[in-house]
């Protein structure tokens, strides 16, 4: 068991974490990031991305979090093969976590970089066909279905804005709910209602997701939550928008965060209650959740980190000067 220091802990590995880490090295800070359980982040389990400025040909989604690894290391980030099972934020700074190896990360500021992760349903042949015709993100994916017949599993807000989206692709819409009305904010619903392009499937809910002969999504299983009947549902595109599930256990009364568990962070900035934490990416961010936003937020905390840090060096600096002006 070890202890490693650092002017910037950094906790999680996505395009947040290796973006803050990427402008905390370039700052002197020589960052630790703690990887976690999955390395790379949401983009390591998705083929296609199309979205991420600088690349004009798509590239793959484990690549580019590769690419961005190598270099935050390139700069003089320390990456850890570790997850973070406490912290102690209260005495700080420095922070204290404490890793699942039982080593202990002392960090001057910290950076929580834990992202979130998409709710599934659970349904069989849901996670073997992710990437081949299941997404949970329109937005990412929805571009690849242009044309193409697509389905929406999901009755709240991010199910309807899903839905929304993706009639700028695609002419045949279908949302599916497992009640009969919707729990999304009536504005929304009004829009859905009012497009040519959607229609809605009430009481059902997916059994599985079928392949077809070419190993892609062919057709959906449907129950009916009333009568228990079965029927099938033929898309090129099945997206499943149930919600998600920022990584903040490890944070819970600790840190403020909303009823859904993102972190609150200050307005426009990736600032928590506690001076020297910093919150970014998906795991304060209910409303992009994209990997450029993500680095973004990564961004503004190494360099709000950095300020931090400098303001405090200036105040310690004085602090032996006014202790002599007040003896004298
Ligand atoms: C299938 C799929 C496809 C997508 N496609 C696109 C796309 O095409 N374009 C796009 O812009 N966005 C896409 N997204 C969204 C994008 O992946 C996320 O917005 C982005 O990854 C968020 O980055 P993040 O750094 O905030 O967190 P994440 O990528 O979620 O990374 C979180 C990190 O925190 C670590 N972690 C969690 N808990 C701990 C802990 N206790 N200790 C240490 N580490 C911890 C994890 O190991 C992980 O490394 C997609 C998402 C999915 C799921």
Excluded at 257 to 281: C, H, N, Q, R, S
Aim: glycine share 12%; proline share 4%.
């Amino acid at each position: 068991m070890a202890t490693h220091h650092t002017k910037m802990l950094i906790i999680g590995s996505g395009p947040a974490g290796y973006s803050a880490a990427i402008y905390a090295a370039r700052a002197m800070m020589e960052p630790i990031v703690v990887q976690g359980l999955q390395p790379g982040g949401q983009l390591t389990i998705t083929t296609e991305v199309e979205n991420y400025p600088g690349f004009r040909d798509v590239i793959q989604g484990p690549w580019l979090m590769e690419e961005m690894k190598a270099q935050a290391e390139h700069v003089g980030t320390r990456m850890m093969w570790d997850t973070i099972v406490s912290v102690d934020l209260e005495n700080g700074p420095p922070f204290r976590a404490i890793g699942d190896s039982g080593d202990e990360y002392i960090g001057e500021t910290l950076v929580i970089a834990t992202g979130a992760q998409a709710k599934w349903l659970g349904a069989p042949g849901e996670q073997e066909l992710g990437g081949k015709g299941v997404s949970a993100c329109a937005t990412c994916d929805g571009f690849f279905y242009r044309g193409k017949k697509v389905a929406v599993i999901g009755g709240g807000n991010t199910a309807v804005e899903e839905a929304l989206y993706l009639t700028n692709h695609s002419d045949d819409v279908t949302l599916i709910h497992r009640r009969d009305e919707l729990r999304a904010e009536k504005i929304l619903q009004n829009r859905l209602f009012k497009s040519e392009k959607t229609n809605v499937l009430w009481n059902k809910t997916v059994k599985s997701f079928e392949a077809g002969e070419d190993g892609t999504l062919d057709h959906l299983v449907l129950e009916d939550t009333v009568t228990g009947e079965t029927s099938t549902l033929e898309v090129d595109g099945a997206f499943v928008a149930i919600g998600h599930a920022p990584a903040t256990e490890l944070f819970k009364g600790k840190l403020a965060m909303d009823d859904a568990g993102y972190l609150d962070v200050e307005p426009g900035t990736p600032k928590t209650a506690i001076p020297g934490v910093f919150a970014a990416g998906d795991v304060a961010d209910h409303t992009y959740r994209q990997a450029v936003t993500a680095a973004g937020m990564g961004c503004m905390a190494a360099l709000d980190g950095e300020k931090f840090l400098a303001a405090r060096e200036d105040t310690m600096e004085e602090a032996p000067q006014e202790t002599a002006e007040a003896a004298e």
